[in-house]
């Protein structure tokens, strides 16, 4: 049941039968069926039920294990934990590289290995308000 299913196996603009999705991800074809009650849109106007290709990428990205999720705002990979940290001492440094992009750098809060990001501006602005962030300006 905790098998894993890649989404790099799913081709975007193919259209997949249960069957045809089944095979492609090496799973049965009641695993497919049963995503659909997990909310995996399914085209059922017609026979066969077909899945779009992006529509089953996405499902399946959106149920892999929290290790690999998407990062939270004010959390940052951290390539020697190799996985998501909050900032150490909730710090976090804000290095522009121009008006509307620039660097969040921080300290993984448990191992201090120096972790940072690409972020704009404006997420870093809604950042600021719930932290301290000390910003260096470019020269
Ligand atoms: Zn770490």
Same mark, same amino acid.
């Given at each position: 049941?905790?098998?894993?299913?890649?989404?790099?196996?799913?081709?975007?603009? #193919?259209?997949?039968?249960?069957?045809?999705?089944?095979? !492609?991800?090496? &799973?049965?074809?009641?695993?497919? +069926? *049963?995503?659909?009650?997990?909310?995996?849109?399914?085209?059922?106007?017609?026979?066969?039920?077909?899945?779009?290709?992006?529509?089953?990428?996405?499902?399946?990205?959106?149920?892999?294990?929290?290790?690999?999720?998407k990062l939270g705002?004010?959390e940052?990979f951290?390539?020697?934990? #190799?996985?998501p940290?909050?900032?150490?001492?909730?710090? !976090?440094?804000? &290095?522009?590289?121009?008006?509307? +992009? *620039?660097?969040?750098?921080?300290?993984?809060?448990?191992?201090?290995?120096?972790?940072?990001?690409?972020?704009?501006?404006?997420?870093?602005?809604?950042?600021?308000?719930?932290?301290?962030?000390?910003?260096?300006?470019?020269?």
């Amino acid at each position: 049941m905790a098998k894993r299913v890649s989404a790099r196996k799913v081709k975007i603009h #193919r259209q997949y039968t249960y069957e045809s999705a089944a095979e !492609a991800l090496e &799973v049965s074809i009641q695993t497919v +069926r *049963g995503w659909r009650s997990q909310g995996l849109a399914v085209l059922d106007g017609q026979k066969p039920h077909l899945i779009l290709g992006h529509e089953l990428k996405r499902f399946i990205e959106s149920r892999t294990p929290k290790t690999s999720r998407k990062l939270g705002p004010d959390e940052f990979f951290c390539m020697s934990c #190799r996985a998501p940290r909050k900032p150490y001492d909730r710090m !976090a440094e804000y &290095v522009p590289f121009n008006a509307t +992009r *620039g660097r969040l750098v921080a300290l993984c809060e448990s191992c201090e290995t120096s972790c940072s990001k690409f972020v704009s501006r404006k997420s870093f602005e809604g950042l600021a308000r719930i932290r301290t962030i000390a910003t260096r300006e470019t020269c």
